[in-house]
């Protein structure tokens, strides 16, 4: 087995185990602790809503777990966004509402991006990364490279931030903290760049 | 009635990696005479489309329920699209998108140009059963958004199928009341009238079937085409 997928509620792990599979890799779906301890690789996905995803996780313990994984982790879209201290998404301030408490594996915050007529929220499509710091999971990726973005929420760059991403504003598109990565692309839907970067990803030890 | 005489156009797992290998940016799969015929669309072939395509797909038919809909995401699509069963049930658009989000729920509108503007349009795969909702296309628009739509798909009935360019004086005016992102539909027939549709702002993706089913564009062309133009696109 190359890596754990963490069951994280939500439909759509299809595409991600079909990439894997395309790859050669052996994945296995799995919300059980156990199974994720003792994985050489975890992936972190999640589509849907980030008070969904934590209650979902929070509910099989796995807020506790993840946090203290030392293999090579990899959090997509949503998963990216569950790394940070807290999203507000879920009932956040524009609701009136204080959000949603994440892993706290990454110190920041998941804020709601501003729609405009020429900025349409979701933030949907193709896009290039400016990458800020070379990293393994980048390797044999050319700089111009585009990957298929899905999303209404997003993280500031900071310290965190391997490669920003402007839509209106820049934004981190990818990011990492020790063992930790994040993506807020699909790279299971980013054609060839994509594939590559799951590929270095399975490569990480 | 421009969806009239529909062509076969050959396997769908060959025709998806086809457009996938000449950078297609995104695929959308209509089984149009599924909401007509009150039935689902055919899902056996979304985990195969998904097994081979690498880029996001979305799959449109009939979906006309919470289940319907999980199940074809859970196949392997990125989004799910519907139309008629959203004029019959809006309140279908608030489910699908508390259960998934907005970004997995597309709605398409079929607008027809009448004399005082636009009105939409239902059952438009069926010549027999398409009728007129009198239902005014920009309050449809607002109201699909409210409810939770994450990407609107405009087909302009007037303009489709006759290959004269996309309709910019609607798209612009539905462009206008958009918060999400809108695709254009209907009326490509040449590369100029993508470069048009862009030029002008009014969409932020084109949607074209019969120019690429038949050859008359092929996709590596448009784009070279369009980034000639100084319009942005993945090569």
Redo the contacts between chains.
């Keep these: 087995m190359d890596v754990v997928i963490i069951d994280s509620g ?6 991600l185990v ?2 894997l ?2 790859l050669g890799a052996k994945a296995v779906v799995s919300d059980e602790a156990a199974v994720i301890r003792s994985a050489p690789r975890v992936l972190l996905p999640g ?3 980030a008070g969904n995803a934590m209650a979902r996780l929070r509910a099989k313990g796995l807020h506790e777990v993840i946090p203290q994984l030392t293999q090579p982790l990899l959090g997509i879209c949503l998963g990216m966004q569950l790394l940070f201290d807290h999203s507000d998404e879920g009932e956040g301030p524009s609701d009136g509402g204080a959000g949603t408490p994440c892993l706290g594996i990454i110190a920041g915050q998941v804020t709601r991006m501003a ?4 900025l ?3 933030h ?3 896009n290039q990364l400016s990458v800020q710091h070379d990293d393994p999971l980048l390797a044999g990726i050319g700089r111009e490279a ?1 990957f ?1 973005f ?3 929420y997003c993280a500031a760059p900071g310290a965190y931030t391997l490669a920003e991403t402007v839509y209106g504003a820049p934004f981190t598109s990818i990011c990492s903290q020790r063992n930790f990565r994040g993506v807020q692309f ?1 790279p ?5 760049p ?2 590559r970067l799951l590929a270095n990803f399975l490569t990480l030890v | 009635m421009q969806f009239r005489d529909h062509r076969v156009v050959g396997d769908i797992l060959e025709l998806a990696q086809r457009y ?1 290998d000449q ?1 297609a ?1 995104e695929l959308v799969f209509y089984d149009i005479t599924a909401s007509p015929q009150g039935r689902s669309v055919d899902r056996s072939w979304i ?1 195969r489309v ?2 081979v395509l ?3 797909f979305c799959v449109a038919g009939g979906i006309r329920s919470v289940a319907e809909a ?1 199940a074809v ?6 989004k799910v699209s519907i139309n008629s069963p959203a004029l019959s049930d809006p309140g279908l658009i608030d489910q699908l998108a508390s259960r ?5 729920v597309v709605v398409g509108i079929d607008s027809q140009t009448t004399a005082e503007g636009w009105s939409v349009h239902q059952f438009t795969g069926d010549p027999d059963r398409s009728r007129d909702t009198r239902r005014d296309t920009l309050q449809w628009v607002s109201e699909v958004q409210q409810r939770g739509a ?2 609107i798909v405009l087909n302009c009935m007037a303009s489709d199928g006759v290959r004269r360019g996309y309709d910019l004086t609607q798209l612009a005016a539905v ?2 009341l ?5 695709v254009a539909s209907g009326g490509a027939g040449t590369p100029e009238h993508f470069a048009a549709l862009f030029a002008a ?1 009014c969409a ?2 084109a949607l074209a079937a019969s120019v690429f089913h038949s050859g008359a564009i092929a996709i590596p062309d448009l784009k070279q085409f369009l980034k000639s133009q100084h319009i942005e696109v ?1 090569l």
């Design positions: 939500g439909a759509n792990l299809a595409s079909y990439a599979q395309r589509v849907g809503s729609a405009s007529p020429q349409p929220v979701p949907m499509g193709w585009w298929y899905v999303h209404s699909h299971e839907r980013s054609a060839g994509g594939a | 996938r950078d940016d985990a998904a097994q690498d880029i996001p999980e995401l859970n196949a392997g699509a990125e998934f989000g907005s970004q997995c994450g990407e462009r206008a958009c918060r999400v992102p809108l702002g932020d993706a993945r």
